[in-house]
Nanobody, 118 residues
């Protein structure tokens, strides 16, 4: 079973960038698809991006396509979310999980807060 810790969040102005990291424990990290999800205040948790186990395929929500890039380093047991051209509506707690849908996530971590000021 994979355990995950998210980091890299913070406060940034609109148009700025942040890079989120997801550190995984467990030897089976490379076998899982990895996804990033977010939950804004008062809203339901939503899918942001996912990457296949080999990093050969990536998937993005329409709202972040062209601005966010998901990647992974299986040798380091880490996944990343590079976020550029951030908008105030990107403000949320961001989570990583070994899934590509919200329903597929068994356990949520603590997440990392991203706040984008206008």
């Amino acid at each position: 079973q994979v355990q995950l810790i998210e980091s890299g969040g913070g406060l940034v102005q609109a148009g700025g960038s942040l890079r989120l990291s997801c550190a995984a424990s467990g030897r089976s990290f490379s076998r899982y698809v990895m996804g990033w999800f977010r939950q804004a205040p008062g809203k339901e948790r939503e899918f942001v991006a996912a990457i296949s186990w080999s990093a050969g395929r990536t998937y993005y929500a329409d709202s972040v396509k062209g601005r966010f890039t998901i990647s992974r380093d299986n040798a380091k047991n880490e996944a990343y979310l590079q976020m550029n051209s951030l908008k105030p509506e990107d403000t949320a707690v961001y989570y990583c999980a070994p899934a590509c849908t919200v329903r597929g996530v068994r356990t949520w971590g603590q997440g990392t807060q991203v706040t984008v000021s206008s």
